[in-house]
């Protein structure tokens, strides 16, 4: 099991920043593909990105495309999610988690999670 904790949720206006951060004190990190959902209330956990255990090839959902990056530095056993340009839509918990080797685009695919941090936007 790996464990995961984020950080780096806060309140924000809307078109603002925040960098989303996954730390993973892993040695294996490297072995695993990343990605970062979100749960807005009322809602079911929805994809956002993942990224292949490299770095070198990232998926977005069409909501968050262009506004969304996702990146790692497995030297620091550490998966980032940056947001720019945050809409109201964009408030929810958001999880990072892991799966061992291959990527994914649904949450049931990934096996680890962190416990969530709350990202808000204000309009």
């Known amino acids: 099991q790996v464990q995961l904790v984020e950080s780096g949720g806060g309140l924000v206006q809307a078109g603002g920043s925040l960098r989303l951060s996954c730390a993973a004190p892993?040695?294996?990190?490297?072995?695993?593909?990343m990605g970062w959902f979100r749960q807005a209330p009322g809602k079911e956990r929805e994809f956002v990105a993942s990224?292949?255990?490299?770095?070198?090839?990232?998926y977005y959902a069409d909501s968050v495309k262009g506004r969304f990056t996702i990146s790692r530095d497995n030297a620091k056993d550490t998966g980032y999610l940056h947001m720019n340009s945050l809409k109201p839509e964009d408030t929810a918990v958001y999880y990072c988690?892991?799966?061992?080797?291959?990527?994914?685009?649904?949450?049931?695919?990934?096996?680890?999670w962190g416990q969530g941090t709350q990202v808000t936007v204000s309009s």
């Open positions: 988690a892991v799966r061992h080797i291959f990527v994914g685009l649904t949450a049931s695919e990934y096996t680890d």
């Open positions: 990224i292949t255990r490299s770095g070198e090839f990232a």
């Open positions: 892993e040695r294996t990190f490297s072995n695993y593909a």
